[in-house]
């Protein structure tokens, strides 16, 4: 009995010990695992990324979606098929606060030739909305150009904007921390960019809780049990001095 009752004890108090085990990482969505599109083959639907699956949507004219934008320009001419206002400082693979690669652009409709994606100038959105997996919360982001980049989630069916880009110039790049954590992005939620004219989006950065944590029992429904298990343990030992004081 004894053994059995120290053994509920201890499991409610590590239940209640486990409700703060939990901890946050933050993990960057670059999109450095992707290849530029050369060839303006169509827009970028979804994406995988930390173990998530975000479906991929867009709004505004004249743009065919999303589409990914090499500011290290291989496989071009030297201005970039004339996006050189995307690369940082102005040299094609130079890295100005951290902002260079692979950046997020709104592709232009197929109006030209040319071997590499390239951004479209008037305002529209992306949205990524997370279909599988963790939920997540947004951080910060950084961005390349002029342009004036907004942006917001949808979770529970509320918009809630987060922060501001604006006031660059052709390559010059800024990053952004909000103000505040972004609501928790979950299933069927979204995060949206919204670009008021030409330029690009080169990082977002999230934060997550340890997928690897185990679960914890919530205080509220621990602490009786752990409570309960100390009870038991005074009982116990009420018991044995009235057993002993018998036996004098």
């Given at each position: 009995?004894?053994k059995?009752?120290?053994?509920?004890?201890?499991?409610?108090?590590m239940?209640?010990l486990?409700?703060t085990?939990a901890?946050a990482?933050?993990?960057t969505?670059?999109?450095?695992d992707?290849?530029?599109n050369?060839?303006?083959?169509?827009?970028?639907?979804s994406?995988?990324?930390?173990?998530?699956t975000?479906?991929?949507?867009?709004?505004?004219?004249r743009s065919?979606?999303?589409?990914?934008?090499d500011?290290?320009?291989?496989?071009?001419t030297s201005d970039c098929?004339?996006d050189?206002?995307l690369?940082?400082?102005?040299?094609?693979?130079?890295s100005?606060e951290?902002?260079?690669?692979?950046v997020?652009?709104r592709?232009?409709?197929r109006?030209?030739?040319?071997?590499l994606a390239n951004?479209?100038a008037?305002?529209g959105?992306?949205?990524?909305?997370?279909?599988?997996?963790?939920?997540l919360?947004?951080?910060?982001?950084s961005?390349?150009?002029?342009?004036?980049?907004t942006?917001?989630t949808?979770t529970?069916g509320t918009?809630?904007?987060l922060?501001?880009?604006?006031g660059?110039d052709d390559?010059?790049t800024?990053?952004l921390t909000f103000?505040a954590?972004?609501?928790l992005?979950?299933?069927?939620?979204?995060?949206?960019?919204?670009f008021?004219g030409?330029?690009?989006?080169?990082s977002?950065v999230?934060?997550t809780?340890?997928?690897?944590?185990?679960?914890a029992v919530?205080?509220?429904?621990?602490?009786?049990?752990?409570l309960?298990?100390?009870g038991?343990?005074g009982?116990l030992?009420?018991?044995?001095?009235?057993r002993a004081?018998?036996?004098v």
């Open positions: 009995m004894m059995s009752v120290c053994k509920a004890a201890a499991a409610a108090l239940s209640v486990g409700a085990a901890t990482a933050t993990v969505m670059d999109f450095e992707l290849t530029a050369l060839g303006n083959e169509g827009a970028w639907t994406y995988q990324f930390a173990n998530r975000f479906g991929i949507s867009w709004s505004g004219g065919e979606g999303a589409n990914i934008f500011t290290a320009c291989q496989g071009g098929r004339g050189d206002d690369l940082p400082g102005g040299v094609a693979g130079a100005s951290g902002v260079g690669g692979n997020l652009i592709q232009r409709t109006d030209r030739g040319g071997d951004d479209q008037n305002s959105t992306i949205t990524f909305t997370l279909l599988a997996g963790s939920a919360s947004w951080v910060g982001a961005a390349v150009d002029d342009g004036r980049f942006f917001s949808r529970g918009n809630t904007v922060g501001v880009i604006s660059l390559n010059e800024e990053q103000d954590l972004s609501p992005i979950s299933l069927n939620d979204s995060f949206s960019i919204f008021e030409s330029g690009a989006v080169d977002f999230f934060e809780v340890d997928e690897n944590t185990p679960a919530p205080v509220p429904a621990a602490l009786p049990l752990m309960a298990g100390l038991g343990l009982l030992a009420r018991r044995r001095r009235a004081n018998r036996t």
